[in-house]
């Protein structure tokens, strides 16, 4: 009896265990007919900086429904971009994507690290461009010492990022992501005034791009890592630790060159292979003086 008792419990248990685990998948919220779900994640290309605060107040895309998104490869792309509420062409729809607004702090999204940015369901088609409105609550921290960012004034308040529609990667059924790598480096420029903000940014997918990889000390030698070849040059600022990755690579063959300070020598290491969408691992780089 005692046994008769225990095998019915043991099958009540898996009963509610398979029901809980059917009950799970199906609240999973699915993705409506004729919408696909869209992730934006922002990452960083470095600056030599302690601190790059941008304020980013909301995110937009702008979907091609055409059977040919080719055909508009001719579009004036920027005057889409001013007016995205008066769009003529009906193959055109504007999505605005859910976002955390606010103050991002983007040397924080580097050496491999990220953050989802935006994410919605939007109209089945090809992105053709995203609209990024940043705010005026901008600046940047040098040396302990904070700097307000300033905006251009002859700029909208807004980024526009150009792309041909084949650039998301569908990760899943119905789900695409793409990566946006804002480059530091290129997008804050320094004049006797102080400093403003002509964002750049760049975007990729790990299912196509490579990564590489290593670690380079000691600290004191304050190592900027530069990654290049003919046609793709990347920037690296190693953690704590030295350890240092750069994503969002083409196939190829790279130069890793250090650069080092406080006395010790310049490193470079040549004949470094990327293949998407595999990490190529320098290994460590020890400095001298």
Known sequence: MKNNLLS?????LCVIGMAACKKSTSDEPAVPQGKEHLSLYLTD?????????????SVKVLVDTSANTRKHDNEDWDHQGRDDDR???SSFVWETLNIKAGVYDILTFRNGADTLLAASNVTKGSIRLIKIEIGTNNSLVKDNVTYPLNWPANMPNYVLLKL???ECESYLPGKKRLWVDFDVSRSIV???NGFYLKPVFHFF??????TVAGKVTPREGYPVVTVFNGSDTAYALPNRDGYFKVRGLGDGTYSVFVNASNGYADT??????VKAPKETSIGAITLHK
């Open 45 to 57: 290309g470095p600056g030599l900086f302690d601190k790059v605060l941008i304020d980013i107040r």
């Open 8 to 12: 019915l419990a043991i099958v009540a």
């Open 268 to 273: 470079t290491i040549t004949n470094v292979v």
């Open 164 to 166: 041909r529609g084949n």
């Open 87 to 89: 769009r003529k062409d």
């Open 205 to 210: 997918v790990l299912s196509t791009t490579g």
């Open 190 to 192: 320094e004049n006797n």
